[in-house]
């Protein structure tokens, strides 16, 4: 019997049982369905990850308090990184560019009968090129808001369209830890970062901040979150890095373990990756069960389909089929079940790898890899798994199966 029409008796025989043939493609089905959409949503978590620390700025480093050690074994970190390091940073490291100093708490902010709880940001001038960030009207801290400790405000584009519509903000008061701020611009729409809404959120000069809202809590000057740093271009990243580190040290008077971090814009974002990158892998892995299980369905039907085809391999066997032609007409039932249920599933994991592309800020992407090895997994898995009960069915006496029948 040639291979097409052992094909044409498989398709036959599935179709003649719809519904049993559907049920045992089930699991193939959810199991690529789930490969796929995994696959595809944790790419596209990745480039969100990327997306946003590209639009940190370019060259950019950061500095912030605690060792990588140390913030593996404590919240409670440090309060030695100052204003006076951004300041020394930005005087005697030759190969930076700008460095904008940042100190952030989570305040309740109030505007007439509207109140929040949001992020303010207290920083300083150079904030706005550093981290790139635009205004859309109005304009940022001044070098003389800082000075003078000034009650100005910028706001981000979400909290300002929160708080007052389509009117102008520029000259409105709000209130935050009831202190008065008079809104002085808004900033153009940024998008999150690593969860947090850079939208969302009020930036006020860093002196401000440290005396009228947060007091200071470092007995070595006002204490930051982090200092954002650019070098001149990218060929000084590695020599700003070391200059800086090198600087703190002196600075700090640091002799053991440093008591500051300093990353590159790259290395965030590579730890951001292998962690969506090994998140992906795992549920792609756990997905990926869900093949084995379809698997042991087909394998379960097709030792039924022996059992209940006893007096047709018998017949056949009887009239000059071989051993072989047994063994090729349920294994190519078994395979045309698992590459139907992977085509299936693929189309599924497919569409919900572009609804979720459409209705979320992930940027998901169906990979051709994954569907490829998706489906070609399905197929492998229904062969696999379809060996025994074609086996058995092959090795079937003719005169016993036609006995029994």
């Known amino acids: 019997m040639d291979l097409f029409e ?27 369905a789930s490969v796929i959409a995994m696959i595809g949503i944790g790419q596209g978590a990745q480039k969100l990850a990327s997306e946003q620390f590209e639009s940190l700025g370019p060259n950019v480093l950061f500095v912030s308090p605690g060792s990588r050690q140390m913030r593996n074994r404590t919240f409670d970190l440090p309060r030695t990184l100052v204003w006076d390091d ?16 940042q100190r952030q708490s989570q305040l309740p902010i109030v505007y007439r009968n509207l109140n929040t709880s949001s ?10 090129s550093v981290r790139s960030f635009d205004m859309e009207r109005g304009r940022f801290i001044s070098q003389q808001d800082v000075e003078r400790n000034t009650q100005v405000a910028a706001l981000g584009a979400d909290l300002a369209t929160r708080f007052f ?16 701020f008079r809104v002085v611009g808004v900033l153009q729409a940024k998008g999150a970062f690593l ?75 590579q730890i951001v990756g292998t962690v969506t990158g090994g998140l992906t892998i795992m549920l792609a892995a756990i997905a990926a069960i869900s093949l084995v299980v379809g698997g042991i369905g087909i394998m379960n039907i097709m030792l ?19 051993q072989q032609d047994i063994l090729i007409q349920f294994i190519i039932e078994a395979v045309i079940l698992s590459a139907a249920g992977g085509l299936l599933g693929t189309a599924i994991g497919v569409g919900g790898v572009v609804l979720v592309g459409a209705f979320t800020p992930l940027q998901a992407g169906v990979s051709p ?27 079937l006496d003719p005169i016993v199966a036609l006995r029994s029948a």
């Open 369 to 395: 890899v994954a569907i490829a090895v998706a489906t070609g997994v399905s197929g492998g898995i229904g062969l696999f798994f379809g060996v025994v009960p074609a086996r058995q069915a092959a090795k």
């Open 119 to 128: 992020l303010v940001v207290g920083t300083t001038p150079e904030f706005l």
């Open 304 to 322: 039924v389909s022996v059992t209940e085809r006893t007096q047709e391999i018998g017949l056949r066997k009887a009239i000059g089929a071989s």
């Open 6 to 32: 052992s094909t044409r008796m498989a398709v036959k025989t599935l179709t003649a049982n719809k519904l049993r043939s559907t049920l045992t493609m089930l699991g193939i089905i959810i199991g690529n």
């Open 86 to 101: 951004a300041k020394a940073i930005a005087a005697q490291v030759p190969s930076v560019k700008e460095v904008a100093a």
């Open 195 to 269: 969860g947090n809404n850079q939208d969302d959120a009020v930036y006020v000069p860093l002196t401000t901040l440290a005396n009228r809202l947060t007091g200071r809590n470092s007995p070595y000057g006002l204490d930051l979150t982090f200092i954002s740093i650019t070098a001149k271009d990218e060929a000084s990243i590695p020599a700003a890095e070391f200059q800086v580190t090198n600087l703190l040290r002196l600075r700090h008077k640091i002799t053991t373990e440093d008591d500051f971090t300093v990353q590159t814009q790259k290395d965030v974002l």
């Open 165 to 180: 519509g389509n009117r102008d903000p520029i000259g409105q008061e709000i209130r935050i830890s009831g202190t008065t």
